[in-house]
């Protein structure tokens, strides 16, 4: 029953986690676009590496977390 | 009931205001052309696709089929001369799709009260559009970045080395970013798809199936665009290497090259040829495609590389000390020699990149 539980709540915290770091990374590919304004080009390829790697474990943990939903959805029903 | 037949005439509606203008300009063209006997084959063809443009349309404004509303839709586009795609057809285009589903949705008055929830009408209004939606992204972006590519961007001349202004300057390398950028568009666009869907109509036995299978879930740190990778890290080692194969230990080789073959193959694809094999060979060392075979592929690659600059430093002090050299390798002699090729092979392979691109016609 113990095990149940902790399930259920796997979903938000992987949605929360999700939408907390694709918002990091848009704020990060702001900051690169930013730093390149100013002409740092070395800080603002940086910048946007770390902005796009983070962007895709964003939809990634997302992805995982639809199909948590679906999975958790169809146990709720039973 | 009623409902129903307003679906019908807003579709008609659609239908209508989509090919108003591709309908009459297709029409003018088949009254106005001359004998079928003085006009070629390109006219034949031209009268055609005008003919069948004029009775799809008629066809689709009579049932609303969808198979009748695309052949004019695309017929048009391409007839009519347009390289681009028209983003009013596109609109309207998805616009019927949503209303297609609609009625399809109520199932042409078998019923006469169907109710459904909220979610339900929201799902039909959706799903297409999430199918649409992506594809309309793309070819936004592609037209948006290619227009801006080719248009706005200006270089200062005067300030930059030539052989970087080429490169930048170079169709070859629009097209490559241009396409770069749409695909990785394209990428994220079809994920968030992806996401929104599983969320409107989550399937149980698809999520498990992709939480069961570990290829897809277990994924290491992969950055962006491995190829880039590779191919700057085979562009750093590329001259080091092909001076040391080509102009010190195989120098009677080249040579024969050189004499024997054009000038083209000697001087261009013998290097290009060479280039792609170390890109390769990159691609082979690369550590995180295969953990646990990494640290010997890697061993090797350093010994390999360890015995290519003790072979070519022994060769290159050869003549003058002659088999005491195994002993006083020329170290020294071979960093002098591989500085002044450094810079020319470089440069040598992006005008092989550009002519190979130009050769096959990709760019103008």
Redesign the interface.
Known sequence: MKKLEVKRKLMPILLLLGIIVMLLSLYLLLLAIGYMERGYVGTSLLTLLVGFSLLSSSLYLLRLSTYVYATERKSEKE | MRLELILEGAKRVVIAATLYTPFFTALNSVLTTPQLTTIGLEGLVVLSTNILIVFSTVLALLTGNIFAYLIPVIASTMSLGLSYLQVTILVFFATYLVLDTLTMVLRGGEVKYLRYSIKTWMRAILTPLIIVIPVFIAAYFTTHTLVLLFTNTTIQQSSLNPNILIILTSPITKIVLVLACVVYVYL?VE??A??IT??IK???S???N??LETKD?D?F?T??SNWILYVSVAFLFYPVIYTMVFDILLVDVREYIVTHTPEVFSKYIVPFLFFILLVLLVRYLHTIIDPLEAPRRLLYASLTLLLLIYASSIKLVYPEKGWLGVIQPGFQELGVFLGKKFVDYGYEVITVLDLLFRILGVAP
Do not use: W
């Open positions: 994220t994920r968030i992806e996401i599983g969320f989550p399937s149980y698809i999520s498990i992709k939480l879930i994924v740190y950055p962006l």
